[in-house]
Every structure is written in structure tokens, then in C-alpha cells.
């Protein structure tokens, strides 16, 4: 068995075909380890979702932000966003069957080996926390709190962990983490709008995986979520979204041997 980890496919699914075909992916044998924003932004959400589905027994999805947004508008908790590009998924006939698949995905996994997120991890939570949590906030998400917290998801206000915060805040913090963050400041805060590159970051900000408690254990940490960084891989962490959306590459990542694949978005 082989497994791939493949960025952020935003519904761009002639790129994800493509991909597929150049590691000559095969069913029976692969396994692949999709980051997340699955849908969204990207010309095929809705096939790429049914595309998905179909293969649920060789993949391993986390959620994204861009999935949380198309969940939250299925529930009419948000509105449309000027970029949104899921009025066919919205529209389908299917697509409580689409979202009730979509909005089951975890927010963190791991295996032996390897951990996966969409955006990141608090630097001072172990993998039991960051599974506990995850757990926790599916569970809210697919509760009746699930709307309240969708209408919220984002909101700025919850930019940094405290084991303190109970309720909907709690979740929307790990949410904020786990599907939006990219990088810390020194004042201990996320910077949710930083989208820019490496070099763009305020001088008193860096990375979340470049603070040293995140680099601890001896599991790598699969993320995406950051185009603008660019593939970057290190002994800790791949962070593996490559712009598809934005007119540049959908990458996979061979695990075993960390060979790199991509295609261009045309
Ligand atoms: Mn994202």
C-alpha cells in the first residue's frame, strides 16, 4: 500500500484527474491523504465531491474552511461570498447526501507515522489534545449547536488557545486553529488574515510550525491551507498546498520516500 498526501483541491477536479493519472493511482492499492478545502472557489465542486464519495474506501479527507463554509450555507447560517463557486453543489438533488458525507470528515487524523491537518495545530497541544479536541468540535458541528457555530466560524475574536474557554467560543477556537490558522505572533495570537508569503508576515510573527514546541514528536504534520507559502517540507512538517485554485499546481506527496508530484491547474 502507498499513500499519497494531496493539497488542497478546492474542486478543481480535471487537476486532481490529472494527478491521479500521473501517479498512476490505482484503487486497490493507494491510499490518499487529502488536507482539505475540498470544494470551493475551483469550477467542479460538485463533481469532485460525488468523485470523492465514490472512492471513500481509499481516502482520507480532513475538513477545511472552504468545507465548513459550504456547510454553513447549506444550513443558510452564511452567506454567499462573492468567490463561493458552489451554487450546482448547493442545488443538487443529492446534496444533503453530498454534505451529510462532507461534513462528516474529522478534523485531524494520524497514523504510525504522520498526523494531518487542514491549517495547524496549537503549538502547546500534544496529539492526545489535538485529538480530543478535533473529536470535541466534530461532535459540536453535527450537533444542534451546529449552526450557531458555522454562522460565527472565523470570527477573529478567538485568535489564541486557552484551556479556559467553554461552549461555542471553545469550539470556534479550534476551529479558527485547526482550519484557519497560519501563523503565531510573539504576543502568543494567530494572525488569521495572514495570507501573504513567509516573507510577508509581520516582523514579530512566524509560522506555527516554526515555533519549537510544535516540533517535539517524532510524527510529521501534514498541512495546507497556506498557497502563498508554497510546498514546504521539513523533517516535522509538509505543508502541501500548491495554489491549484489560484492558477498554479495540485501536488501529492508519496509518503513512503516523500517524492513530489504535481500538475499545473491548465
Ligand atoms: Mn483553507
Redesign the pocket.
Known amino acids: 500500500m502507498t499513500t499519497y498526501a494531496v493539497g488542497?483541491i478546492h474542486g478543481c477536479l480535471d487537476a486532481l484527474h490529472r494527478l491521479l493519472a500521473k501517479i498512476d493511482f490505482k484503487r486497490s492499492r493507494d491510499k490518499l491523504w487529502l488536507v482539505g478545502?475540498l470544494v470551493n472557489r475551483g469550477t467542479d465542486s460538485l463533481d469532485t465531491l460525488r468523485f470523492l464519495i465514490d472512492h471513500d474506501d481509499c481516502i482520507t479527507a480532513v475538513l477545511?474552511?472552504?468545507d465548513l463554509h459550504v456547510w454553513g450555507r447549506a444550513l443558510g447560517v452564511r452567506p454567499k461570498k462573492r468567490r463561493d463557486t458552489v451554487d450546482a453543489l448547493l442545488d443538487a438533488k443529492d446534496v444533503n447526501e453530498l454534505l451529510t458525507w462532507l461534513t462528516h470528515r474529522p478534523l485531524f487524523v494520524e497514523s504510525e507515522s504522520h498526523a494531518m491537518v487542514?491549517?495547524g495545530l496549537w503549538p502547546t497541544w500534544s496529539f492526545d489534545d489535538a485529538r480530543g479536541l478535533a473529536t470535541i468540535a466534530q461532535k459540536a458541528l453535527v450537533s444542534s449547536d451546529g449552526p450557531a457555530i458555522l454562522s460565527d466560524y472565523g470570527n477573529p475574536t478567538f485568535d489564541r488557545w486557552h484551556n479556559e474557554i467553554t461552549g461555542t467560543a471553545r469550539v470556534q477556537t479550534i476551529l479558527n486553529i485547526m482550519?484557519g490558522m497560519r501563523a503565531i505572533g510573539v504576543d502568543g495570537r494567530m494572525l488569521i488574515d495572514a495570507k501573504g508569503s513567509r516573507n510577508a508576515l509581520p516582523a514579530d510573527a512566524r509560522p506555527w510550525f516554526d515555533v519549537p514546541s510544535c516540533r517535539t514528536q517524532d510524527t510529521v504534520i501534514i498541512a495546507?491551507?497556506w498557497a502563498a507559502l508554497g510546498i514546504y517540507v521539513d523533517e516535522r512538517v509538509m505543508i502541501i498546498d500548491s495554489g491549484c485554485v489560484w492558477g498554479h499546481e495540485l501536488t501529492a506527496i508519496r509518503l513512503e520516500d516523500r517524492k513530489r508530484f504535481s500538475v499545473s491547474f491548465t
Do not use: K, L
Request: hydrophobic residues 10%.
Open positions: 488542497d478545502d477545511g474552511n472552504h487542514h491549517a482550519t495546507g491551507h
